[in-house]
């Protein structure tokens, strides 16, 4: 099982109009429940982690570990959507996501967690697996119950 994962809107939850608090480690903090709730898909599911957000160029797999497991979440796996590097070399998301779903042939089940509205472009059957946030609240307990559906209903 994959989570396609991004981190603003969905585990990050700061108004854009105040500051947003970092961690000793120096990423930004999650919003508590988020994490949780995440915590809570991952022990469930066992589900491994592909970094969608535009913050996964800055850091190594090895750190994004880090970032995860100083949060409570502790996925067994974590890889990036794409070997992308440059924000200007970045797609949309959307077309990063069609494209990941495109080059899977071995029809892993996966669920996609995102604020990001270009979402809705997607074809039907891969905007089936995901799960919108809203951006001020992130991935709240109604969000986690449909990732879960999505997860676990075969």
């Given at each position: 099982m994959?989570?396609?994962?991004?981190?603003d809107g969905v585990l990050v939850t700061t108004p854009a109009w105040r500051a947003v608090e970092l961690q000793d480690d120096g990423f930004m903090k999650f919003n508590a429940r988020a994490a949780n709730n995440l915590g809570r898909?991952?022990?469930?599911t066992q589900a491994r982690i592909v970094l969608?957000?535009?913050?996964?160029?800055?850091?190594?797999?090895?750190e994004w570990q880090v970032i995860l497991q100083t949060r409570g979440i502790n996925s067994p796996l974590i890889a990036k959507i794409n070997d992308v590097a440059t924000l200007n070399c970045m797609g949309d998301r959307a077309d990063e996501i069609a494209e990941w779903v495109a080059s899977r042939s071995?029809?892993?089940?996966?669920?996609?967690?995102?604020?990001?509205l270009s979402i809705n472009r997607l074809p039907e059957a891969i905007k089936a697996r995901c799960v919108l946030t809203k951006p001020l609240i992130g991935?709240?307990?109604e969000a986690m119950t449909k990732v879960l559906d999505i997860l676990l209903t075969p």
């Open positions: 994959v989570i396609l994962l991004d981190i898909i991952i022990d469930q969608t957000t535009s913050h996964r160029i800055n850091y190594s797999l090895g071995d029809g892993e089940t996966y669920v996609i967690i995102d604020d990001d991935l709240d307990e």
